[in-house]
């Protein structure tokens, strides 16, 4: 057995590397509950972060376009990498701007699921109140969305980032102090 052999069968013991799901945990948590307290940098930096990818990809996808020989979506990659690049732009210089585009898009999100909620709701046998109850919901957060910009756009991004990175560090410190026992990190 040679030392990397051995390395590798140290790594897989029981509770290695508990510390860094741990670290990671609580940074993720920390970030989460700045995020919800902070949520206008929040929006602010999330935007500017997907418009750097939009940037990204756009000139990705132009450059695919121009010097790919030889394939038929070369004017779609030229298309597709040019919306890509404006929109970028657009979120990485107006972010305000980019934080209500997205925030527009969660509003037809949740009034889109909400009518399908309600129309798979009326067809249920079972639990029937329940999922037309969801829908009602998701459509009344909608509305409250739409009536409440621009201040929504400002905030709410923020809100949804705090809100996952809080959760999911709080789940992460959960399953390091788990796997440092002994169990499987984020075990099933």
Same mark, same amino acid.
């Given at each position: 057995m040679t030392d990397t052999d051995r390395s590798f069968a140290t790594?897989?013991?029981?509770?290695?590397g508990w510390g860094w799901i741990l670290a990671y945990g609580i940074v993720s *948590?920390?970030?989460?509950?700045?995020a919800f307290l902070f949520p206008v940098p929040a929006t602010l930096a999330a935007t500017l972060v997907i418009g750097a990818f939009l940037i990204a990809s756009g000139l990705v996808s132009i450059g695919a376009g121009i010097f790919g020989k030889g394939h038929e979506g070369r004017g779609y990659a030229i298309g597709f990498g040019l919306v890509s690049l404006i929109i970028g732009l657009v979120m990485a210089f107006e972010p305000a701007t980019g934080a209500i585009s997205i925030t527009l898009l969660v *509003?037809?999100?949740?009034g889109l699921r909400g009518a399908l909620e309600i129309g798979l709701g009326a067809r249920m046998r079972r639990r029937r109140g329940w999922m037309i109850a969801l829908g009602v919901l998701n459509i009344l957060l909608a509305l409250f969305v739409l009536a409440t910009l621009p201040w929504s756009a400002m905030t709410l991004p923020g809100y949804i980032l705090g809100l996952s990175f809080l959760f999911g560090g709080i789940t992460a410190i959960a399953s390091a102090l788990d796997h440092k026992k002994g169990a499987s990190a984020f075990s099933v």
């Open positions: 790594s897989l013991r029981p509770g290695a *948590a920390l970030l989460g509950l700045a *509003a037809v999100w949740l």
